[in-house]
């Protein structure tokens, strides 16, 4: 389901309507099971059940069943249609939420624009004491960074409710891609009358009022959370889904132990070392969808022989990026030849050199380009690469150590560090060169390339050109999804000639899913799934 941009007197109108909703979709003739009952694992318990003070991924799979924020994203990571039935902005500065007439909380009062102003608020207010205020800082909400500081008081923030069914997000720069920020959890909207009743009590079963498709019917903890449709949902009718019950597992050896013995639907993940086994065990069943995120080794830019960007190309070319993800992990990954993963929404990625040329040719214009630089048999290139602790981390360094031996004869050292040394070392900018990854904040590229730009904080490389800082600026201010889709191109060409980064593979998810289950989306690269989309087949 895509949604129409309309593009008018400069300014960006993306809309939706009821109809293009996303919720479960059934097609003619299908049976539908008599029990429509789904249990989900989740890597362990929840948290908190409140939007503002999330903390991890198994409170985030049940907030998005109990809550719904401005707008959704559908099976690709598009946006659709939540709270909000349209949002537009002129600027990317000032964007306006048009919310639905219908929208309810799950005591029946209505949802207004109001709600938002009082969530949002509350998300940076220190003495929420939230690990996702960030985010309002992130999107370069007005004051947001200033009040997370204690420095002003929430009510400053730049949001506001113009009417009840209009909300105004006021922005201290272009973000063009604000929108997408709002299907995050954490800006969820919760309900200020019982908040303030309840106090820290108000998300306990019994108490926890919330606005989207379930409401929670029962929490036995470490144990089971259970949901169950929520009649004042705006969009119950299409709910198929009578009940969903979570069961937090840590251990995936474990839930998929109870996957196989058929006490789960959906698992959260499986042990990697069980892939082969599990294709052969259950076919069908095996599920390893891509994900928003890049593997890849940072160079140091401005020390060291990787200061030499001829050093770092060479390096770069003369990795396997299909070896690797195909022989040395082979549980479907992809090779990265971008920084910016083939599944992030809104991007159009042209294709570069490496991607066209043959791994023998690239190997040939890597030694080229080595002795160029000065090293040869007489004068071998030796460098130091760095990771951390991990045997999947060890087997790609060996591998790309392998390669850069036979190929430009580097002697390589591998350097393995605990977490927080290793953490010590990136800061410190003590490495040749360094294993990194980056799984996106938010689905659209700049969430990769920004790193790149001068004064980012997750600037490993320490990588430093104006060229670079100037089209990602410039990108922020375009309207035009055209042209800001050509400067992120043009911000991926000065990655490729410059490399500061040699990205390697791009991650996936592993999942179990039952055949009769339906409706899961499984090709949404955050991952973001809605069990209202979901439904059962009879078996």
């Not at 839930?255 to 892939?275: C, H, M, Q, V, W």
């Not at 995120?293 to 990795?319: E, H």
């Not at 990769?448 to 990602?472: C, E, M, Q």
Request: charged share 20%; glycine share 6%; no cysteine.
């Amino acid at each position: 389901m895509k949604f129409p941009v309309y593009l008018s007197a400069g300014a960006l109108w993306v809309a939706g309507t009821l109809s293009v909703a996303w919720a479960a979709q059934v097609p003619p003739g299908v049976n539908l099971a008599q029990r429509q009952e789904l249990v989900r694992h989740i890597k362990d318990e929840p948290a908190t059940l409140d939007p503002a003070k999330v903390v991890g991924l198994p409170e985030i799979q049940v907030l998005r069943d109990l809550f719904e924020g401005l707008v959704n994203q559908n099976e690709k990571g598009e946006l659709s249609p939540g709270v909000a039935t349209k949002w537009q902005s002129i600027d990317n500065r000032i964007w306006t939420f048009t919310l639905r007439d219908d929208a309810r909380w799950s005591d029946g009062t209505p949802v207004t624009a109001q709600d938002f102003v009082y969530s949002w608020r509350r998300l940076v207010d220190p003495k929420t004491t939230s690990s996702f205020a960030w985010l309002a800082a992130l999107g370069g909400i007005t004051n947001a960074q200033a009040i997370i500081d204690g420095k002003m008081p929430a009510d400053k923030l730049g949001v506001s409710a113009v009417d009840a069914r209009t909300l105004k997000v006021q922005l201290d720069k272009p973000v063009p891609y604000f929108p997408n920020l709002t299907a995050n959890v954490a800006l969820y909207p919760v309900p200020g009358a019982v908040i303030e009743k309840q106090g820290a009590d108000w998300s306990r079963p019994g108490n926890l009022v919330g606005n989207g498709a379930f409401v929670l019917a029962e929490r036995v903890v470490n144990e089971k959370l259970v949901v169950v449709p929520n009649k004042n949902y705006w969009d119950n009718g299409k709910t198929v889904l009578k009940k969903v019950t979570f069961l937090p597992i840590n251990q995936e050896s474990a839930a998929t132990k109870r996957y196989l013995a058929g006490d789960i639907d959906i698992t959260e993940s499986f042990p990697k070392n069980l892939y082969k086994k599990l294709l052969k065990q259950i076919p069908g069943q095996v599920y390893t969808p891509p994900q928003l995120g890049t593997y890849y080794y940072a160079f140091n830019t401005q020390k060291g022989p990787t200061a030499d960007r001829r050093v770092r190309l060479a390096l770069s070319m003369s990795i396997d990026r299909r070896l690797i993800a195909e022989k040395v992990l082979g549980t479907g990954e992809k090779p990265a030849w971008r920084f910016t993963p083939d599944v992030t929404a809104g991007f159009k990625p042209a294709v570069g050199m490496m991607e066209e040329t043959s791994q023998q040719e690239l190997n040939l214009q890597a030694k080229t380009l080595l002795q160029a630089a000065g090293y040869g048999p007489g004068r071998p290139l030796k460098l130091t690469l760095l990771y951390n602790t991990s045997e999947n981390h060890q087997k790609i360094a060996i591998a790309v150590a392998s390669m850069w031996k036979k190929n430009l004869g580097v002697d390589v050292k591998l350097q393995n560090q605990e977490w927080k040394t290793y953490i010590d070392s990136r800061n410190t900018g003590n490495f040749d060169v360094i294993r990194a990854s980056w799984v996106g904040d938010y689905n659209e590229p700049s969430t990769f390339l920004s790193l790149l730009t001068s004064t980012h904080s997750g600037n490993i490389a320490r990588f430093k050109d104006p060229a670079y800082d100037k089209v990602l600026e410039q990108a922020s201010l375009e309207s035009d999804t055209k042209a800001r889709n050509a400067d992120y191109n043009e911000a991926e060409n000065i990655i490729a000639s410059q490399a500061p980064i040699a990205p390697i593979y791009q991650y996936t998810n592993g999942r179990l899913i039952k055949p009769w289950v339906k409706g899961y989306p499984i090709t949404n690269p955050e991952d973001v799934a809605y069990s209202r989309t979901m439904y059962l087949i009879k078996h």
